[in-house]
């Protein structure tokens, strides 16, 4: 259930992000956007790197490769 969760947490950066960036569009902050959806993008590319040494550790563990 580990997969869904992380779904529904990149999911909720991404929406997180979209009203951020709707909020300062709407203030006259374009600059600022830029630097909202970069960090919205290096947050989820944590969340997947993390995802991906688990399932690598995994796959290391099954065919016991240490």
Same mark, same amino acid.
């Given at each position: 259930? $580990?997969?869904?969760? !992380? ?5 909720? #950066? ?7 960036? *709707?909020? =300062? ?7 600022? $956007?830029?630097?909202? !959806? ?5 947050? #989820? ?7 991906? *040494?688990? =399932? ?11």
């Amino acid at each position: 259930m $580990t997969g869904l969760e !992380t779904i529904f947490k990149i999911a909720g #950066v991404g929406i997180l992000a979209a009203v951020i960036n *709707s909020i =300062l569009e709407k203030s006259d902050k374009r600059e600022l $956007t830029t630097f909202v !959806t970069l960090t919205a993008l290096i947050i #989820v590319l944590v969340m997947v790197i993390e995802m991906l *040494s688990g =399932l690598f550790n995994s796959i290391r563990s099954l065919f016991n490769l240490y």
